[in-house]
């Protein structure tokens, strides 16, 4: 939680960093990336919508001093008749076109924004890890996924900005050639007043902008609270301790500074409007003036004053259209830089350029040559000088405290990260040479944060929705002690799993899904199988049972165990304790039983620990 009274605190404002791609960049990149996604149509409509709205108003223009110079001069009613049909028509004509494409230019532009989408899931799911804990990277693609998250956001929104451009621009020059013919007076007196009328007005009508910091901070409060409030997870707390008053009195709060920076806003925005109308009032007052002097004196007549008149009207509003969309286009170009430049963030690790990979059942060794390791602005490395050699076929555990590093040593072996110092070496290659992608192949892990995906069971073993080895999947599963479970359900293997997405999912319990991750290593089928504290929420005696069946299944694979409880793995060839950074004790269990040394005296306080809970259990 937070406290209401810190919502006005002010957050210093550095100065945004200029963006690496200029509008019309951006612009070319939208429009290449439509012609990449076949969706060609897609500019080619906005240059026919723009010229049919340009058409549009060019009819609407002349129509009606048209019609008024036919009965100015007393044409016959013949002329004045086909006058009429052929304007009608054409109206007619663009009307039609014009809702057309109306009709049609958003399912192509859905898809343009539905290509980059894509991009960006295909960076976030395959990016070299290290990016994943870099707070530039994950602002990048968080901005980035919000400027695709609809219509209205820059990756969608950017055609109709470029239409109304293209529409504003042709217009401009068009009325240009046609007040030129009348008075280049009126033109810069359009000019000055539009301008200025603009300018002062996008000024006052920034405010929120300017001010989006403090903004930002009510909403995120108010969502935040909102959250909470909805959150399952925390409605037992809500209850128990009789939060329920004081989230709404917080919400309050946030909600009433929030209404008073609105009441702020609103006040300087009916300055913009009464800026506007003054401006506006000038320019017609000036044009109107001008023009009716013309009339008396004979200089033009009462169809060309309409005409002009209108002109005046419309001149303006293709000056304010342009200086508008520009203004639009340039922020809508700032979301697309960063889109771009999440696409184009640098890979620390090598993939399609790496050397190819197979992973193959055979005895595989890796190792850790004087591997150090220290994370970005850390003070101290996380491991140091690691030499560990895991053979083929071997058992390895490696325990610890919490922090001493376990967790970072298991992201080094599965190539998640590249050490700092030292090498890893599969096979005696240095894994950074080979095609990263293809490494991960050669793991099959539960981690303790797993996922469980929206999908059947038999998808979320297989990791895969198409080409499932049913039968596989059974085996692998009957293996891991799960198929009486999944036998008593009624659609079997394809029952689903994640409530949030399918109403009728189910829930295992821990000792189940545990099972099911089983099941998952297992059918990968890769060469090494890690661990890392996949049991930590289980108490030490289903961690223990469940980490003799992973023994028992994986028989004859290289594994890494992760544990901090000592006597879960027991049974492994091998033992090394992670302390201070690095390996202060190896051998057998027994052996280091034997040895007496720092694993004796933890396991001695873990034995003691558990013991004591039994008793106090029977008790």
């Known amino acids: 939680m937070f406290s209401a009274d810190n919502a006005a605190l002010k957050i210093k404002k550095q100065k945004p960093p200029k963006p690496k791609y200029n509008m019309f960049q951006n612009a070319w990149f939208m429009a290449k990336l439509a012609w990449d996604s076949k969706e060609k149509k897609v500019p080619l409509l906005c240059l026919l919508a723009a010229a049919l709205a340009v058409a549009n108003n060019l009819v609407n223009l002349y129509v009606s001093p048209t019609i008024l110079s036919v009965l100015e001069r007393k044409g016959s009613f013949s002329e004045l008749f086909w006058t009429i049909i052929i304007f009608t028509a054409g109206i007619m004509f663009v009307s039609a076109a014009s809702s057309y494409v109306e009709e ?5 532009r859905i898809t343009v924004r539905g290509e980059i989408s894509a991009r ?10 290290p990016n994943l804990d870099s707070e530039r990277f994950k602002n990048l693609l968080a901005k980035s996924i919000e400027t695709c998250s609809g219509n209205s956001d820059a990756a969608e929104a950017v055609w109709e900005t470029l239409t109304a451009l293209i529409k504003n621009l042709a217009g401009f020059f068009i009325y240009i050639i046609l007040l030129t013919a009348i008075q280049p007076f009126l033109i810069l007196v359009v000019l000055v007043t539009t301008s200025a009328s ?3 007005g996008n000024y006052l009508n920034g405010y929120e ?7 930002s901070e009510y909403i995120k409060q108010m969502m935040y609270l909102s959250n909470q409030a909805q959150d399952w997870s925390a409605a037992k707390d809500i209850r128990i301790f009789g939060l329920r008053t004081w989230i709404i009195d917080l919400y309050n709060k946030s909600m009433d500074a929030f209404m008073a920076f609105r009441q702020r806003a609103e006040g300087v925005y009916l300055w913009a409007k009464a800026a506007d109308v003054l401006f506006a009032f000038l320019r017609n007052g000036i044009a109107y003036a001008y023009l009716a002097v013309q009339v008396i004196y004979g200089g033009i007549g009462a169809a060309e004053f309409l005409l ?4 005046v009207n419309g001149f303006t509003a293709w000056v304010t259209g342009i200086l508008s969309e520009f203004s639009n286009l340039y922020k809508q170009s700032l979301d697309l830089s960063i889109v771009r430049e999440c696409l184009e963030y640098p890979e620390l690790f090598r993939f399609e350029d790496g050397k190819p990979l197979k992973a193959e059942n055979k005895g595989h060794e890796i190792r850790l040559e004087n591997v150090s390791f220290r994370y970005p602005g850390a003070q101290k490395d996380t491991l ?3 030499d560990i050699t895991l053979h083929p076929g071997e058992k390895l555990a490696v325990v610890g405290l919490n922090g001493a590093g376990k967790t970072t040593l298991v992201k080094l072996v599965c190539g998640y990260l590249d050490p700092t110092q030292g090498r890893v070496l599969l096979d005696g290659r240095d894994i950074r040479d080979f095609n990263r992608r293809d490494y991960y192949r050669m793991f099959s892990a539960v981690f303790q944060d797993f996922s469980l995906l929206a999908g059947t069971i038999a998808e979320n073993v297989a990791q895969s929705e198409t080409d499932i080895d049913l039968e596989q999947v059974k085996i692998c599963v009957k293996k891991a002690g799960l198929s009486q479970k999944i036998d008593s359900l009624p659609d079997g293997y394809r029952t689903y799993l994640n409530r949030r997405v399918y109403e009728d999912a189910i829930m295992l319990s821990g000792g189940e899904t545990q099972s099911l991750m089983l099941a998952r290593a297992l059918y990968k089928n ?14 030490p005696i289903a961690e223990s049972n469940m980490y003799q069946k992973y023994n028992e299944m994986t028989s004859g694979k290289s594994s890494i165990y992760i544990s901090h409880r000592l006597a879960s793995t027991r049974f492994c060839d091998r033992i090394i304790l992670i302390d201070n950074g690095g390996i202060c004790e190896e051998g057998t269990h027994d052996g280091l039983l034997k040895l007496g040394g720092k694993y004796a005296s933890l396991y001695e306080v873990q034995s003691k620990y558990y013991q004591e809970g039994e008793k106090a259990n029977e008790e």
């Open 104 to 108: 049609n230019k958003m399912y192509g």
């Open 198 to 200: 603009y300018f002062l």
């Open 209 to 215: 902008y300017r001010h989006r910091d403090e903004k």
């Open 308 to 311: 002009y008149f209108t002109a």
């Open 526 to 539: 890769a060469p090494f199988i890690i661990l890392d504290e996949p049991t930590a929420a289980l108490d």
């Open 120 to 129: 960006l899931n295909r960076k976030a799911m395959t990016t070299s890890y």
């Open 384 to 386: 140091s000088n690691i």
